[in-house]
């Protein structure tokens, strides 16, 4: 049997996660002096709540060696390989520490790690291929060559709606974010080549940019892989008109056979903030 692991900027919901027998490596999240789990202690209110009282953003590592060994061993113990994500190389040191676990516990030949080389739910979708595959009994060694050859073929794009909490963790300078609050800038962050880059800056209220947003890359859509699309967001639940408006739009395409909500868990949150909205689908052949 082959047993599917992800870190947990996949994003995946945990209806998800359970089934499709997926099991989440934790990634942490320090506020000031204290340190919590990515989805397990932590939510991503609270980490909104925190940084905008302490008018910094937290902090995000990646999960212990001795936390990733506890959760893979038992898998290993039961006579099963394991397929395990994590979120780009350039982004944490995460699939580092998946690697020597798998050393440490004496499986490197068992434990086949990817680097997805992207982020929340751009992992997710790789993720949700690899558990379907090994669902239907593929090898890992299938499973990874087939999602090894998908990586190239994600796209994942997000829209913020602050400035805000990408300055403060340094991805944008302080006159930019003055700048994008006065102008009500909201720019378009896109995932290549396993960095994050800025792309196009939306002009006027978030709500009247959103499906403006997901509405340009309909000639992309209608070329994505049928099976799902991801509608990913940290918008609060007080004010999910922009989530409706482009889940509404996805399924007016009568292309997809899933347009799935999930929300951003507290590591994507840290570092992009409340109101953030993304679309990621896979590529078609």
Known sequence: ??????????????????????????????????EYKDRVNITPAEIFRWSDENKTTPKTSAASLEDVQALLRPALDAGDDIVAFSISSEMSNMGNVICLAAQALDA?????????????TGIGLLVVEAAEMAQKGSSAKEITDHITSLIPKVRASFVVDTLTYLHRGGRCSGLAAMA?????????????????????????????IIVTYAEEMEDQLRKARPERVFVTHTVPDDDRASVDKVCEYLRSLNYFDEVIETKAGGVISCHCGPGTLGVLFIEGS
Not at 180 to 208: E, N, W
């Open 108 to 120: 490197e030949d068992r434990v086949h790690y990817i680097d997805s080389r992207n982020l929340s």
């Open 1 to 34: 049997m082959v047993r599917i692991f992800s870190d947990s900027t996949s994003d995946l919901s945990d209806e998800q996660l359970d089934r499709y027998n997926i099991t989440l490596l934790p990634l942490y999240i320090i506020l000031g002096d204290k």
């Open 180 to 208: 994008g609050s006065v102008l009500r800038l909201h720019p378009r962050i896109h995932v290549k080549d396993g960095i994050m880059g800025a792309g196009k800056k939306y002009r006027g209220r978030y709500s009247d």
